[in-house]
Each structure stands twice: as structure tokens, then as C-alpha cells.
């Protein structure tokens, strides 16, 4: 009798497709069509490889740490990356459509 987990399993690596191996069991369901079990699987396995994209492109950019715009000291900035700044913040330049340039001279950033 041919064993459908184990081959399963291994369809899955083959193809490369680990969150499918991974939450093909708890998708199963009576409550939900075929299409529907087949759906939920292809969306978790696409979900899976963008989270897993993004992290290897932060990887890969070699940061050597992350910064956050809480921790940018704001009187270092020259006036005008200041005024640049706090307008960027408030997000007006998405309501107004307008592009944003964030070039300024400063050494701290």
C-alpha cells in the first residue's frame, strides 16, 4: 500500500515547496471544497517564499544595523533636511502626489 504522507513529503521536497510540506495536514478539512484546501496551501507556500525573499534581500543589502527614524538625532540635520524631514513625516507628500527627495547634506545619517 503506497504510504501518502511519506510521498507527500517528498513531492514536496523535490518541488521545493516547504510550506506546503509543512501545513498541508492542518488545512485539511470536510468543511472546505478541494479548490478551496488547494488555495489555502499555494497562498501560505507564496506568503512563505515573499517573507523569506525580503529577509534575504535585508541579508544580502549587508546593513551593518538597522535604524529607525525615532532614533535619528534631529538637531544634527542641517535646517533644510530638517524642515525635509518633518514633512516627510506627516505623509503630505502621498496626498499631494508629489515626489520626495531626501538628499541633504549631513554627516550623522
Given amino acids: 500500500m503506497l504510504d501518502y504522507q511519506k510521498e507527500i513529503n517528498n513531492y514536496c521536497k ?7 510540506r509543512k501545513n498541508y495536514k492542518e488545512q ?17 507556500e507564496y506568503e512563505s517564499r515573499e ?15 538597522k535604524k529607525y527614524i525615532e532614533d535619528l538625532d ?11 524631514l518633518k514633512s516627510f513625516l506627516t505623509l503630505e507628500f502621498i496626498k499631494t502626489r508629489s515626489k520626495y527627495n531626501f538628499s541633504w547634506k549631513s554627516r550623522n545619517w
Avoid at 485539511?28 to 501560505?44: A, D, G, P, T, V
Avoid at 517573507?51 to 544595523?65: G, H, I, T, V
Avoid at 538637531?75 to 533636511?81: C, Q, Y
Wanted: net charge positive.
Fill in 51 to 65: 517573507e523569506n525573499a525580503k529577509q534575504n534581500k535585508l541579508r544580502l543589502a549587508n546593513f551593518p544595523y
Fill in 74 to 84: 534631529m538637531n544634527a540635520l542641517p535646517e533644510d533636511g530638517r524642515k525635509k
Fill in 14 to 20: 523535490i518541488l521545493k515547496t516547504p510550506a506546503i
Fill in 28 to 44: 485539511i478539512s470536510e468543511n472546505i471544497s478541494f479548490e478551496e484546501y488547494l488555495y489555502n496551501l499555494l497562498k501560505l
